[in-house]
């Protein structure tokens, strides 16, 4: 019996006749705050996916919450916030349905008698409760995303992955983000969470795992902004020209060329 | 004769009391499953279980034939519902494989379903005019085994549309949370495609397989100009299939129309008048600042200076 939420060994998975990961070791202790760093098409989001077994792994094992992924994973304790919502449902579902399908898992498959309370309850958290009847393709980029997390905190989950939550979101959703997870974290929560820049969640990871072409590149102390670029108070406008940027790659035209 | 007469002779007629019988429950399940199929964009999926369980009936027949039960077409609801189900877990099972080759593989199976059909009605002794009843439908014609195949199946249907439509929601709505949340995302799959198949074939004799597909979805497209979520969209569906099945059917005892083709006439006509007072009928949302009140993170020049 470990104490770890999250206990991968030698993981490796092979979508579309290509290896997207390989010997991926990775634990993630109880109450840990976990950034994954690294660039596009490193394999952040399938190492995550592969972790909560929406991709089929094709060699070593996972283990969720001391269990096997699979039947016996405990699914009520896990909380998934994708990207983003799939786009274009054809019948309007209000973001209320949306949220109450998180309180569905792996051995239930009708919500609670208390779904409607507990959903609105997760919809208020995010403070998305007036819009609780409305359909969410109406909904905000940031809205939807907000009605995405609160899918995953009415489980009151003690494991939560995010995908990036922070790309193309304002930063008050961001904030909402941020609050979320640091409330979590204060209740004894562990978190892995996709980033490209640690941004507002700075203050809460305590460990970063980077991945470079489908293996950890690096495992420890999240990496800190260069030099004082990371300070809040950096003037980032400089009173002479910058060096001359680099070559680029090629340039489009805009407009007739002939 | 006045009206008044005309209509309690139509709900006196033993042969109508039938026909109101499973137009209502037709008329009522069918839109809930369509929703489930709208949603998952699959509108055109009921068409093509009914074309494959065209060779289903075909089959019954001439099974039927080979073990000499009386009537011949004893085994085409049974087998309709075989091949229905066949046909809708191998089209679950394209889709699930990813949409390469999936729009033709579907392809296949709607015209080999009907071919089939053509093909084996002939060697099993019968004409393409018996695959007429099963094309068009044939309400007037439902014997009491047709309706209590009817009743149980539409129950049937209605039961697990209903009462599990939260997970065939989640299952509809974000596949990849459902499988992120253990649920048991194949299965569920499989149970849409299901009660899909079995609606065809309940419907099979009401408005025929041909226009099966129009009664699973019209509705919902209706539904869905007004509604603003989704189990409200399946609620108004299911009125809406269930009221355009009785006057559909309750017209054809006036006229001498085909009742199918008047309930889904009646229905799409429907759609064009709800489409057309659309923006009078829409509830005004209520008035104020569509943009969320949220503070701003753009610095704006002017502000900036301060």
């Known amino acids: 019996m470990s104490d770890n939420v999250i206990q991968a060994e030698g993981l490796g998975v092979h979508l579309g006749g290509q290896q997207i990961l390989s010997g991926i070791d990775l634990s993630v202790g109880r109450g840990e705050v976990l950034a994954l760093l690294g660039a596009n098409g490193s394999g952040k989001s399938t190492l995550v996916r592969a972790l909560l077994g929406i991709v089929p792994i094709s060699s070593g094992s996972v283990r969720l919450l001391d269990s096997p992924l699979g039947r016996s994973t405990p699914w009520e304790r896990i909380g998934y916030v994708p990207q983003r919502l799939p786009g274009g449902a054809g019948v309007p579902s209000s973001a209320l349905e949306v949220v109450t399908a998180g309180l569905l898992h792996g051995r239930r498959l009708r919500p609670p008698r208390d779904a409607r309370v507990r959903a609105l309850a997760a919809l208020e958290a995010v403070g998305l409760a007036e819009s609780a009847r409305r359909p969410v393709h109406e909904l905000s980029g940031g809205q939807q995303q907000r009605v995405l997390i609160a899918r995953a905190l009415v489980r009151a989950p003690e494991l939560l992955v995010l995908d990036e939550p922070t790309s193309g979101i304002d930063i008050p959703t961001q904030q909402t983000f941020v609050d979320a997870v640091q409330r979590l974290h204060d209740a004894g929560a562990t978190v892995v969470v996709i980033l490209h820049e640690l941004g507002p969640f700075a203050p809460l990871i305590e460990r970063a795992v980077v991945l470079r072409h489908g293996r950890i590149a690096h495992d420890g102390a999240p990496p800190h902004a260069r030099d004082e670029h990371g300070g809040a108070d950096h003037d980032h406008t400089h009173a002479h020209p910058g060096p001359t940027p680099p070559p680029t790659g090629p340039t489009i035209a805009v407009g007739a060329t002939l | ?306």
């Open chain 2, 1 to 306: 004769m006045t009206w008044i007469e005309t209509f309690t002779s139509m709900l006196g007629s033993p042969l109508m009391q039938r026909a109101f019988l499973a137009a209502v429950l037709v008329g009522a399940a069918a839109p809930v499953v369509g929703t489930f199929l709208v949603q998952r964009r699959m509108s055109l999926m009921g068409d093509g279980i009914g074309h494959v369980a065209l060779t289903g009936v075909a089959l019954g027949w001439l099974v039927g034939n080979w073990a000499g039960l009386v009537p011949h077409d004893s085994l085409a609801v049974p087998g309709a519902i075989v091949m229905a189900i066949l046909g809708s877990v191998v089209i679950e099972l394209v889709r699930e494989r990813g949409r390469t080759n999936g729009d033709l593989a579907l392809a296949l199976m709607f015209y080999g379903g009907i071919a089939g059909g053509v093909l084996l009605i002939k060697v099993a002794g019968g004409t393409n005019a018996n695959l007429i009843s099963y094309l068009f439908g044939s309400i007037s014609t439902v014997s009491l085994g047709d309706l209590a195949w009817t009743v149980v199946l539409a129950v049937l249907v209605l039961a697990v549309g209903v009462g599990l439509r939260t997970a065939l929601f989640a299952v509809s709505h974000d596949e990849e949370f459902a499988r992120a949340s253990g649920l048991p995302v194949r299965l569920l799959n499989m149970l849409i495609a299901t009660i899909a198949a079995l609606t065809v074939t309940v419907a099979m004799r009401v408005v025929g397989l041909l226009l099966v597909s129009a009664l699973m979805i019209v509705p919902v497209a209706i539904a869905q100009l007004f509604a603003r979520s989704f189990s409200r969209t399946m609620a108004v569906a299911s009125s809406i299939g269930v009221a355009v099945s009785i006057v559909g059917l309750a017209v054809t005892y006036w006229q001498d129309f085909p009742p199918g083709a008047t309930i889904v006439v009646l229905a799409i006509v429907v759609y064009g008048v709800a489409a057309t007072l659309r923006p009078l009928l829409r509830r005004a949302l209520p008035a104020g600042d569509p943009h969320p009140d949220v503070t701003d993170d753009v610095l704006i020049a002017d502000s900036a200076a301060d």
